[in-house]
Structure formats: structure tokens, C-alpha cells
């Protein structure tokens, strides 16, 4: 009967598919394109016309298969993809894009601005929310090409210096380039999203021309503009630009403060803690000490030398001074139970000693510190300091040997 006849016809696309999702997951792309050969044979004798969720299946599993099988090549995804375009109205930019994004991996970077300036001619019916949004995705990497365009004028000009007449035939289309670029990559970041290297490339344009005001009030509205969703990087951009332009310390130190509260990890907490360190605020030097602290209890910076002679410094000064112990007590009670075994085992000992002599001096200090003269740490380092006779070694033991009861204070 018709009846049995289509429930047989869909058991078997749904088998097809399901050999299809089986060969996707093992990686066996050759059988995956068998089976999605047989799916679509099979949706051809189909005549339901219930092809909506179909073809997008095969898009997406045509595109993955395409894209890792040995055998295929640039000039058969470019034929597949001009074939998706014609699946689907409300699928064409999504396949524009997707189709930009290969040919910019390969390298083919005309041939991506050529698609891009096609998609976006394209009109067909009144444009819903989601198509004006993906038109300005295909204008904004449109704007990425002609940023890719002028930053490659701008080498040129860099490199011949003053030239006469060959620098003012290059200034004359890095301008152009510059236009165009900024105009689509200033729309595309007033949309709420993640727009990251849209961003840079704006702000880039805009610095170099010296429009470093129009520059600032992107990167703020990136960063503090609550319809955009959190994003670390909006604000790593926005101390790189302060720094760059030599902000005030004020300002530099209040974007670096959100920076810390959201990635207490970021690697320019190091600079942060250097500018708190310098600050004859002592609220401020507190938090040098606790945004130190912070950093280290990341696994990436367990052996960054830096980060522990900047712990150091302001240990060592502590304990010199005999003020502000109580500091160093409150962050390290909440550590005291697990930074011995994460930071300071005899195995760490050994091995920093052999990698890096100057993290192990920066470490044992620490150590002794913190663990007084009896911790692993500081006596197996300190040990072989004193036996290759290194003056600063011998020094080191001195110091937690005479400041041990600052540890006693530290620990009780």
C-alpha cells in the first residue's frame, strides 16, 4: 500500500543517515560520502517535497565530508557549494559564508572577495532580521578583505620611505581600501556580539590615521556596553590600546582592575602588579600582592619567572619592613592547604633547579617564606646553591634563616 510504501521509504533514509552519522564519527570519510550519495539518490525518487530539513543536512554533511576526504579538491567544494546555494532562499548567505571561509583557507583570496561582493548584491523578497544580520557578516568580512588589502599598501608604503610619485599612486588606494574597510567594519561591531577581530582591524585603521578618540570610544563600548556579552578579550584590547597611547595610570590601572576580576590568569597581570607595587597607595600595594597571588594559582604560570620574582619583591619587602605581614597571612591561608604540593614539592625543586636557576632562587625565597626554613623547596635549592658555591644562594639561606619567625607570624 502507499501507506507501507512511505513508512518504508522513511525507515530507510533514517538507516542511511544513521550509517552516515556512524562514518562521521570514525572519521571513515570515503563511506560517508557513499552513504550521503545513496541519501541523496534516495530524496530524489522522493516526491513528499518535505526537503527543508534535508537539505541542510546535506550542506553540512556534504561540507565535512568534502572538506576531509583525501580525494577531493578545491574545484569540486567550489561546484558542491554553487550547487547548496540554489537548495535553499533562506540558507544562500549562511552558504556564501561558509563557502568564503574554505576559499580563505586555502589561500584564495580574490576569488573569497568576488563571492563575498556577489552575496552581496544578492536580493530576493523583503529581507527578515536574520538575513539583514547575516548581510552585515558578509559585508563586515567584505570590510576584513579590504583591511587585508590596505595593511598590504601600507608594507609597501613603509618600506620604499619617501618615493615621489610610485607613494602618492599607493597613499591613493590604501585610502580607498581604508573607506571601504571602515564603513563595514563600523557596522558590523554596533550589532550586540563577539566581534574581536573586526574590532582590532577598526581600531588599527582608525590609530593609524590618528583618529585615536574615535578609537578609544569603540574599544569602551566593546568592553562596557552591558547588551554585548562578556567578553576578556574586549578588555585585553582596551589596556593595549590605554598602554599604546600612554593613558594615565589611573585610568590604565582601573581597566586592568575588571581585567583581573574576569581573568585573574591574563598575562598582562604582570604589569599590573608592577604598576600596584610602585604606588605609594597601600590599598593599592595590597592589591599588587592579592592579584600576584591570583595569577599563580593557574597551572600556566607555575614556572614563569617573572610572576614569582614579582611575588618576591613584595615578600621580601614585607618581611624587611615587619609591616603588612598580615597581607601575606590572608592570602596565604586560603592556599596553605595545596600550594606546597602545586608549587613547592622536592620533585618541583629538583627539576626547576635544573631548567631554570633564577625561578628556583624567586621560588625558594618564596618558599621559605611562606614555609619557613624546614619546606623541601627551600632547602633542597638552597642546598645546591651553597654547594656550587653561588654567593646569592648562600645569601638566600641567610635571609629565611634570620626572618624565620616572620614565617612563625605567617603560619600561626
Not at 530524496?43 to 526537503?51: A, G
Not at 576526504?69 to 557549494?81: A, R
Not at 559585508?139 to 578583505?145: E, K, S, T, W
Amino acid at each position: 500500500s502507499s501507506h507501507e510504501h512511505k513508512l518504508n521509504f522513511k525507515r530507510s533514509k533514517e538507516a542511511c543517515l544513521s550509517y552516515i552519522q556512524d562514518a562521521l564519527l570514525q572519521k571513515q570519510w570515503k563511506r560517508a560520502a557513499e552513504f550521503l550519495t545513496c541519501y541523496v539518490e534516495s530524496l530524489e525518487k522522493d516526491y513528499s517535497r518535505e526537503h527543508i530539513g534535508p537539505s541542510e543536512m546535506i550542506w553540512r554533511i556534504g561540507t565535512e565530508i568534502l572538506w576531509h576526504h583525501s580525494q577531493s579538491s578545491m574545484k569540486e567544494f567550489n561546484c558542491f557549494m554553487e550547487q547548496m546555494k540554489t537548495l535553499g532562499v533562506k540558507r544562500y548567505l549562511k552558504v556564501c559564508l561558509e563557502h568564503v571561509f574554505h576559499l580563505l583557507c586555502n589561500g584564495q583570496i580574490d576569488e573569497a572577495y568576488q563571492n563575498l561582493s556577489l552575496a552581496e548584491s544578492w536580493r530576493f523578497g523583503e529581507q527578515t532580521a536574520i538575513q539583514d544580520k547575516e548581510m552585515k557578516l558578509i559585508q563586515a568580512y567584505r570590510g576584513l578583505l579590504d583591511y587585508y588589502s590596505w595593511s598590504k599598501q601600507k608594507n609597501i608604503l613603509l618600506e620604499n620611505g619617501e618615493d615621489g610619485f610610485s607613494d602618492l599612486a599607493v597613499e591613493q588606494e590604501m585610502h580607498s581600501y581604508f573607506r571601504k574597510a571602515a564603513v563595514n567594519l563600523k557596522e558590523i561591531i554596533k550589532i550586540p556580539g563577539v566581534w574581536d577581530v573586526f574590532v582590532k582591524c577598526y581600531v588599527d585603521l582608525l590609530e593609524f590615521y590618528g583618529d585615536h578618540n574615535e578609537a578609544h570610544q569603540v574599544l569602551n563600548e566593546y568592553a562596557y556596553n552591558s547588551k554585548f556579552p562578556a567578553n576578556p578579550n574586549a578588555h585585553v584590547y582596551l589596556c593595549q590600546f590605554l598602554k599604546r597611547q600612554g593613558e594615565s595610570k589611573k585610568s590604565l590601572i582601573s581597566a586592568l582592575k575588571i581585567l583581573h576580576d574576569i581573568v585573574p590568569s591574563h598575562e598582562l597581570m604582570i604589569d599590573f602588579n608592577t604598576m600596584l607595587q610602585k604606588s605609594k597607595k597601600r590599598k593599592k600595594r595590597r592589591l599588587g600582592l592579592e592579584v600576584i597571588f591570583a595569577a599563580l594559582d593557574y597551572a600556566g604560570w607555575k614556572e614563569n619567572a617573572k610572576a614569582w620574582s614579582c611575588l618576591a619583591r613584595q615578600v621580601k619587602q614585607i618581611v624587611i619592613s615587619d609591616k603588612h605581614l598580615n597581607w601575606i597571612k590572608q592570602e596565604w591561608n586560603s592556599r596553605k592547604d595545596w600550594w606546597p604540593a602545586f608549587h613547592f614539592s622536592r620533585y618541583l625543586a629538583k627539576r626547576n633547579w635544573q631548567e631554570n636557576k633564577s625561578l628556583s632562587y624567586e621560588k625558594a625565597l618564596v618558599a621559605g617564606i611562606l614555609l619557613g626554613k624546614d619546606c623541601k623547596y627551600f632547602k633542597y635549592v638552597s642546598h645546591q646553591g651553597c654547594k656550587a658555591q653561588l654567593k646569592r644562594f648562600r645569601m638566600l639561606k641567610k635571609f629565611v634563616n634570620r626572618h624565620n619567625p616572620a614565617y612563625l607570624r605567617i603560619s600561626g
